[in-house]
């Protein structure tokens, strides 16, 4: 297992290397540039924008700023902003522990609700509630997060409000008035994280159906419920064993997902991690900031997929990559 760890991480260098490089050239060959707000500014000189275009080293090719910016990255130093000169490291460290929060908060409450509901529709197949599970899921997962995100503010923050009953924040991860505590944060996170993890609720929820569907016909299903086995027992530590494998597959890959739904979540919800930072970093083209924002959403991918494939021996003793 060690030395298939070390593998998988020697193998994300090129792909970190091949993602900065693409990421690099996109941002730098699109259109505007971090002086465009002082470019049509009557009172600033050329003289004056061309001394800031050379002090910020925008006057050389991209190219030989991206490979400054690589061999300053490879020694821990993401540089600092183009805008204000704080630390790029500073400024994605002080917001990820947000995006983690809402991204891990977004996960657990898919697995949460997916897992017993996906397993008991399977069970009761063709019955009113399989057919209305069905249904919904189905409806639910061709929303837009973006969409019932301001679904979820109008009714639960606003609406709620109007009637005279408890509404929830509408965006921010905190109340400035005197909040911060862990009720407050936790009221703060209740509707992005409903935004976020609802629609990978909608996909697992029918995976996991579709494969205990499968699972619950076999022989050795049967067996266990010949032997007078429970039927939690039967069906969790039986069944949905074994229809977990291409679970862990579909979170896997769906991982990346909610790091890139993440950044529309927080961008409605005033969430301050790492997603708002890219998105407010590229609208004022702080090259600096979307590169290290990008690579650090790209580092968790990759972890990501490594912590499913490490999952797979853990669920079935049987694979082995070493």
Known sequence: MA?????????????LIGISFLTFAI??????????EFE?????????????????????????????????????????????????????????????????SSLLFALVFAIPLGIYAAVKRNTWFDNVVYAVANAIGAIPSFWLGLLLIILFAVKFREW??????????????????????????????????????????LYIRSAMLEVIRQDYVRTAYAKGLRDRAVLYGHAFRNALLPLITLVG??????????????????????????VTSATNFDYTVVMGTVMMLATLTLLSNLLADILYAVADPRIRYD
């Open 3 to 15: 030395r298939f760890i070390i593998r998988r991480i020697l193998v994300m260098i090129p792909l």
């Open 40 to 104: 049509g500014n009557p009172r600033i000189s050329p003289e004056d924008i061309a001394r800031i275009r050379r002090n910020l080293g925008l006057d050389r090719p991209w190219h030989e700023r991206y490979f400054v910016w690589l061999s300053d990255a490879i020694r821990g130093d993401l540089g600092y902003s183009l805008i204000n000169g704080a630390s790029v490291t500073n400024l994605i460290t002080t917001v990820l522990p947000n995006t983690l929060l809402l991204t891990v």
């Open 253 to 278: 890959l769906t991982i990346p997902e909610l790091f890139a739904g993440a950044v529309v979540t927080e961008s409605i919800f005033a969430w301050n991690g790492v997603g708002r930072l890219t």
């Open 164 to 205: 005279g009953l408890p509404g929830f924040p509408s965006g921010g991860t905190h109340n400035l008035r005197g909040g911060g505590d862990l009720l407050d944060r936790l009221h703060h996170l209740i509707l992005p994280t409903v935004t976020l993890g609802i629609v990978s609720l909608a996909s697992w929820l």
């Open 27 to 36: 941002t730098n060959l699109g259109p505007g540039t971090p002086l465009q």
